[in-house]
């Protein structure tokens, strides 16, 4: 039996203690003495939620597969452990062999969500790592970033030694062939590694890059220290999705994830080009897997874990082409054996409502709608391409076949947003709710409950809003009110419900997306005053952030509320996701007369993804 | 068709609380290829039940499940193919077919052997030498009493109770204590009680207890019975 990290008593006095005891079933063992290089995959959250992102399995399936390397599993310690380690001096561990993290090669961590920044110098610093990449000796592990916020990486670039920029299947076993030529030498140099590493496209060394600012605070240049650097970094993208590396056997969690059930990824990128969406942007071009090969991969999930629901994953499941079809096999081939069917939000219309009859019970689920503004004006300037009519039909349809309960997703504080875009959303609620109430009352079952749910907007890096103003919380607070007010005198108000998100975690939010490397600081120290699991409400202190931001001179103003430039230089325009800066441009001005531009497979509009010829850029 | 099964937990699988235990099993079922029943309606479960949870840091040789299953399959081939998805520190060691009149291990369980042994190796359960006559001897003084009454504290109110005639074996062999005591729904005792109880008639501290539950028992007019002895192998 293998020798646990942390004693009896230790796991006797934590919330659920196997969070940290491995054993999983699927989770993989080796033999020490038989592989050259340890890597750490981190998810910088508790394990619950690490155990549920497809990601960190995927790179597990990969790495393992390798027969030099052997890949473990690392998650954020909740904070009553944390405590107990900082106390007791006990080195962060992986799940598998439950050895320290210091003695892995590599610690590779995903950064999915801006409020975790601070669960990752948790990570390194229960490692017993330096938090400074500076500090670095040969002896530590290569700290290694990627995912989605490592498309703006400049606000971790002091704490991380390489970053990834894009998707993970494409560029991993050429750099772990690199470290094992350099571990194999007789005088391993991290910064030689570093150094020779920096020349693999989408491999990002912010330690070789120096950036200089102007008076006003944007920046002047960002240059890389030596000649045969690249000055850009380019995305790197998997064209065949079909081929790509897959993950044969899930890991199957003993502490329940928040996804209990297989995902299946469908597809990736999105055809729809909304301007406030960053995952539309850097997963260009959508890319969707033949239905032949879903259906193998689904059965192969379902049999190698035992789940009983399957879920899809994708950003928009109703444009996949082959929808139909794929329905009809997971609800005629899983429900039959045992497998619940779990729907992603679909488009309503007469077939989607058809298969969601035949796997959900109507009268405990809802349809869904995100229509993210509330009136026809906005959702033009945001690109999102829902009318009222689309929104008025589907209920009627819905509501005719038995539902009654509906969301509707909205953001707030979008750009060229005005009061009168606010009030349209509940006055849209109400129109929804009057659509059931045509329905004669002899056929009808009680009330419906249409519920409207508003975050605020954050403008993202690699999209056409990247340069919009954000509002302070206030504001934010205000308009949501705004909506609460309208909402109540609505004619069929008892059938409308309401809410909103944070507003102080989104303006910090937008410090960290659009941030350049002047934010790192603020984030240690927040870290060492206490800030962790930011991305819960339980643990989130706005007031300790401000303090951060105040002694590290790190101006809100600056970062979240100001609107950039056209002409400024951005902490990111040194990435190449292959949709040219001229493209959203357009878009922002576009954005700003309300005009509309259609989607990919509607007609191409030269973003700039052509090049990689692959997925919907080819399709006739 | 009903079946029991009976596992170990063991090493780190002690830490695996019994709803994510539960949980574990119904997907290893799945993976196993064995034709389990589910409920009906549209949430559909599996048909299993386990006789009695374990509590987080014990670890066991003797747990239950009953099982519904829609197809035959031999005793043999089901222990395996439950044991190809089992994991370290769990192990399928019985698998038998039941008799429609053979009551579910969840009502039927009504005592349940342990094992109770010091954390700590270094010290002799609080006594000056490892001396087995003198403990037993002991434990006999305490156990002649007419009766053994304690105050069992509950939300509602305090209660009290006598534990002699739940306690149905105990003895200290082998560097242990072992003890067989009442369980289930109704009158359920927990071992630690039993020693603590003990040691405090003796004016000892009780010593950092690491439990191991052996076995659990159903009772016929023989007396006690393994629920591993119900039923039949095909």
Redesign the interface.
């Given at each position: 039996?293998?020798k646990?990290a942390l004693s009896?008593d230790i796991?006797?006095k934590v919330d659920?203690?196997?969070r940290y005891?491995?054993?999983?079933?699927n989770?993989v063992y080796k033999d020490l003495d038989k592989i050259d290089i340890r890597f750490a995959m981190c998810f910088p959250d508790v394990y619950e939620i690490g155990m549920s992102h497809l990601g960190i399995q995927i790179l597990y399936n990969l790495f393992n597969k390798r027969e030099d390397t052997y890949c473990e599993r690392v998650y954020s310690p909740w904070p009553d452990l944390h405590q107990i380690m900082k106390e007791e001096n006990i080195p962060l561990f992986a799940l598998e062999s439950q050895d320290p993290l210091k003695k892995f090669d590599f610690i590779g961590i995903t950064l999915q969500y801006e409020m975790c920044y601070t669960n990752i110098l948790q990570i390194i610093d229960l490692a017993g790592l330096p938090i400074l990449q500076s500090e670095r000796t040969n002896d530590c592990p290569i700290i290694i970033c990627g995912g989605p916020c490592a498309y703006n990486p400049e606000p971790l670039a002091d704490f991380v030694d390489m970053f990834y920029i894009g998707e993970g299947e494409v560029r991993y076993d050429e750099l772990l062939d690199l470290y094992k030529k350099h571990k194999n030498s007789s005088c391993y140099d991290r910064n030689a590694f570093l150094l020779e590493a920096a020349k693999i496209p989408g491999i990002y060394v912010p330690s070789l890059y120096e950036v200089s600012y102007k008076e006003d605070g944007t920046i002047a240049s960002f240059e890389p220290k030596y000649d045969d650097l690249p000055s850009t970094i380019k995305r790197q993208l998997v064209t065949d999705l079909d081929s790509a590396p897959f993950i044969d056997k899930p890991l199957?969690p003993?502490?329940?994830a928040v996804q209990?059930r297989v995902v299946l990824e469908i597809q990736r990128g999105c055809i729809r080009g909304c301007r406030f969406c960053q995952a539309g942007m850097i997963y260009r071009p959508n890319r969707e897997k033949d239905i032949d090969t879903l259906k193998a991969q689904a059965k192969k999930l379902l049999?190698?874990?035992?789940?009983?629901e399957i879920s899809l994953s994708s950003l928009s499941s109703s444009d996949y082409h082959d929808l139909g079809p794929l329905m009809d096999f997971l609800v005629d081939d899983c429900v039959s054996s045992?497998v619940n069917v779990s729907l992603p939000s679909l488009r309503i219309d007469q077939f989607s409502l058809d298969i969601m009859k035949k796997v959900?019970?109507v009268r405990?689920t809802s349809i869904t709608f995100a229509p993210e503004a509330g009136s026809q004006r906005m959702r033009d300037v945001i690109n999102k391409g829902l009318t009222v009519e689309n929104i008025l039909n589907g209920s009627d349809l819905a509501f005719k076949a038995g539902w009654q309960k509906v969301k509707l997703y909205f953001m707030l504080g979008l750009p060229l947003e005005t009061d009168e875009d606010a009030i349209a959303i509940p006055e849209l609620a109400n129109q929804v709710a009057a659509k059931y109430y045509e329905i004669p009352k002899s056929e009808r079952n009680g009330k419906c409950q249409v519920t409207m749910s508003t975050s605020f907007f954050v403008p993202k890096p690699f999209t056409p809003f990247q340069w919009a103003p954000m509002y302070e919380p206030g504001e934010y607070l205000r308009r949501a009110k705004l909506v609460n007010d309208t909402m109540k005198e609505q004619l069929n108000r008892k059938s409308l419900r309401y809410d909103w998100h944070e507003a102080d975690v989104t303006v910090l939010e937008g410090v960290f997306a659009r941030g350049d490397r002047r934010v790192g600081p603020a984030i240690k120290y927040a870290y060492e005053h206490g800030a962790l699991f930011d991305a819960w409400g339980d643990y989130f202190s706005y007031d300790r952030w401000l303090e951060a931001f105040d002694k590290c001179g790190v101006s809100l103003d600056f970062y979240a509320y100001r609107q950039r430039e056209i002409d400024e230089i951005l902490p990111w325009d040194f990435i190449d996701i292959d949709v040219s800066k001229q493209f959203m441009i357009k878009e922002w001005e576009k954005a700003m007369t309300g005009s509309v531009t259609p989607n990919c497979k509607a007609s191409c509009s030269a973003c700039g993804q052509l090049v990689n010829k692959c997925g919907v850029c080819m399709r006739k | 068709m009903r079946a029991r099964i009976r596992f170990e937990k063991q090493g780190s699988l002690i830490y695996v609380g019994h709803l994510d235990l539960m949980r574990y099993f119904q997907k290893a079922v799945k993976r196993s290829g064995i034709e389990i029943r589910y409920s009906e309606g549209f949430n559909p479960h599996q048909i299993m039940s386990f006789a009695a949870p374990l509590g987080v840091g014990i670890e066991s040789f003797g747990e239950y499940i009953d099982i519904d299953i829609l197809k035959e399959i031999s005793c043999e081939e089901a222990i395996q193919k439950l044991n190809e998805n089992m994991v370290e520190g769990l192990k399928i060691t019985s698998f038998k077919y039941l008799n429609d009149t053979d009551e579910k291990c969840m009502s039927c369980f009504c005592a349940a052997s342990y094992k109770i042994e010091d954390r700590d190796n270094n010290s002799y359960y609080g006594f000056d030498i490892n001396n087995s006559k003198t403990i037993n001897s002991l434990i006999d003084n305490f156990m002649s009493s007419e009766s053994i009454v304690i105050t069992k504290e509950t939300k509602k109110a305090t209660r009290e109770l006598d534990l002699k005639p739940l306690i149905y074996d105990f003895k200290f062999k082998d560097n242990a204590f072992f003890m067989t005591v009442s369980s289930g729904s109704v009158d359920n005792i927990k071992p630690e009680l039993v020693l603590e109880t003990f040691y405090n008639s003796i004016n000892k501290n009780i010593f950092d207890m690491a439990i191991t539950r052996l076995d659990m028992y159903t009772s016929n007019e023989a007396g006690l019975v393994s629920l591993s002895e119900v039923g039949y192998v095909r």
């Open positions: 039996m293998r646990l009896h796991l006797m659920k203690p196997s005891t491995g054993g999983e079933f989770s199957i003993f502490v329940r209990d049999d190698n874990s035992g789940h009983e045992g959900s019970d405990k | -």
